[in-house]
């Protein structure tokens, strides 16, 4: 019987340590895409280079970490105190991240593959910041936009606002 909570204790320990990991990565993907948006903004030379980079990262490690990120926080829903209904900020979280993964993966992905052509040899730039949906705009827009919603769902995690504190045993 004793090891039946030291076994659920470990697990939820290993999931913690693995949420905060691909969360805290899913957060720093965006740091770096929005500094790769700006960078491209600010320095038309290097655009290409930039929207290369943030269209390989956009391939590569966008769906892992987010689809690990959700699954990470399911199993600590699962494992841990927190319940769907009952405790809001984490319902909030994870409303937030299944509502990230298909809009950059649907929405950011191919605005990034527009830059890419857009700047490529011999390509017509103009459009790249033509209006505010252009795939110039959106490469900054869409990760400043991200980083705030992982930003405000870290501090749910942190805060757990409505949170009732159970009694202390003595």
């Known amino acids: 019987m004793t090891s ?31 500094t790769l948006g700006v960078h491209a ?25 987010g689809l690990a990120s959700i699954a990470t926080g399911l199993l600590l829903m699962r494992t841990g105190p927190w319940r769907f209904r009952r405790d809001h ?7 937030i991240s299944a509502a990230a993964v ?10 990034a593959t527009q830059a890419v052509a857009a700047t490529a040899a011999g390509a017509d730039p103009h459009p790249l910041f033509a209006n505010l949906y252009a795939p110039g705009p959106t490469l900054i827009i869409a990760p400043a ?15 757990k606002p409505g949170r009732t504190r159970r009694p202390v045993r003595q």
């Open 89 to 95: 900020w984490a319902t909030a979280k994870l409303l």
């Open 145 to 159: 936009v991200a980083c705030a919603l992982y930003l405000a769902a870290t501090a749910l995690g942190v805060l």
């Open 102 to 111: 298909p809009l950059a993966w649907l929405a950011l992905r191919p605005r």
């Open 41 to 65: 903004a600010a320095h038309p030379p290097d655009r290409h280079a930039s929207y290369l980079t943030a269209q390989l990262l956009l391939n590569t490690l966008l769906l892992p970490l």
């Open 4 to 34: 039946l909570p030291r076994t659920r204790r470990r697990t939820r320990r290993i999931a913690l340590i693995a949420h905060l990991a691909t969360s805290m990565s899913w957060l720093g993907l965006d740091i770096v895409l929005l």
